[in-house]
C-alpha cells in the first residue's frame, strides 16, 4: 500500500495516466469507476493535497506556504477519498484487480487519471488560465519565428 501511495502522488503531480505495458486491466474497469465516482469537490481534495504535498518541495518553499496543520486536514482528506473510492464506490473492481494481481497498475491509473482532470481543472480556472498566458510577455517571438524560416 505504501508503493500505491508513493506512486499516487507522482501519478498525480505529473497528470497524465500512467500505463503499465504487461499488466493486466483489472475487469469492471477500476479506472471508469473512480473517473466516474469522482465529484467536483473530490477534485478539490485532491488538488489541495497535492499543492499542500508539492509546496514542500526546495525550489517551491517560497512560493508557497502551506501550514501543518493545514497539511495534515488535506492528507486526512486525501486518505479518506481514496479510501471511499477503493472500498465503497468502486469497491467490486478494487476487489477484482486485487485477485487479478493488478491493483498496482489500476489504482495507479485510476487515481492518475483524476490526477489528470484536476490539473486540468486547474488551469481551466479563468484566473489561472489568464495568469499562466503571462509568460508570453516574457517570449521572445522574434527568435522563435527563426525557427521556421530558412
Known amino acids: 500500500m505504501k508503493h500505491i501511495l508513493g506512486g499516487l502522488l507522482a501519478l498525480a503531480c505529473v497528470a497524465t495516466p500512467w500505463s503499465a505495458a504487461g499488466v493486466r486491466e483489472a475487469p469492471g474497469d477500476l479506472q ?25 518541495h ?25 479510501v471511499r473510492l477503493l472500498t465503497v464506490d468502486c469497491a467490486d473492481q478494487a476487489r477484482q484487480a486485487f485477485r487479478d494481481g493488478s491493483a498496482d497498475a489500476a489504482i495507479g491509473e485510476a487515481f492518475g487519471r483524476i490526477g489528470q482532470m484536476a490539473g486540468e481543472g486547474l488551469f481551466a480556472e479563468p484566473r489561472v488560465a489568464a495568469e499562466a498566458q503571462g509568460l508570453i510577455r516574457h517570449v521572445d517571438m522574434n527568435r522563435l519565428v527563426e525557427l521556421f524560416l530558412p
Open 32 to 56: 471508469s469507476c473512480v473517473v466516474t465516482a469522482t465529484g467536483p469537490g473530490d477534485r478539490r481534495t485532491l488538488v489541495q493535497w497535492m499543492f499542500s504535498a508539492i509546496a514542500l
Open 58 to 82: 526546495p525550489d517551491l518553499e517560497d512560493l508557497a506556504r502551506v501550514s501543518d496543520a493545514r497539511r495534515e486536514q488535506a492528507n486526512r482528506a486525501m486518505g479518506e477519498l481514496m
